[in-house]
């Protein structure tokens, strides 16, 4: 948990030393994250701060997000599995074309999953990638979908986001 905080704290002050006046990102993810023995739905709030490189149409994005599991799954070892949080820090390097984008991203990622039957928890911190695209719905609203993987956890994720 304390690593979460300090990542924030480091994006917010990344983004705050570049220029106050460049747009933040608010959002809402759903996904959905899959490990070797069950799957696990997802919610999290997302903070960005995209920043356009001057005379191109690239764009470097930092961002954290933060969420929790929704649901309990039994795994195929038929035991209760619960995803208490996960947070994933990266670093978006995106291409814009007309309305839509597309980006890659490197992101380091914390999972904690509890076994209800055992008590065991899972807690593992892995680097990973990401890929996706999206549509600039309006000025404001974009709306987002991603491939990503963090070690043996594969994510599908969908977002909305309103910039202000």
Do not use: C
Request: charged share 20%.
């Amino acid at each position: 948990m304390r690593r979460s905080i300090l990542s924030v704290l480091l994006l917010i002050s990344v983004s705050l030393n570049t220029a106050a006046a460049d747009d933040w990102s608010l959002g809402g993810v759903y996904g959905q994250v899959s490990q070797a023995q069950t799957d696990f739905e997802v919610v999290m709030l997302s903070v960005s701060h995209p920043m356009q490189i001057e005379n191109t149409q690239w764009m470097l994005t930092p961002e954290f997000r933060y969420g929790f599991g929704v649901d309990k799954e039994m795994t195929s070892l038929l035991v209760e599995a619960e995803l208490e949080h996960i947070s994933i820090l990266s670093l978006k390097v995106q291409y814009h074309f007309g309305q839509g984008f597309v980006y890659a991203a490197p992101q380091f990622g914390r999972l904690e999953a509890r076994n209800e039957g055992s008590g065991l928890t899972l807690d593992t911190e892995e680097f990973g990638w990401a890929i996706g695209g999206g549509w600039q719905v309006s000025q404001r609203i974009q709306l987002e979908g991603s491939i990503e993987q963090l070690d043996d956890n594969d994510l599908l994720t969908v977002s909305v986001r309103y910039q202000f």
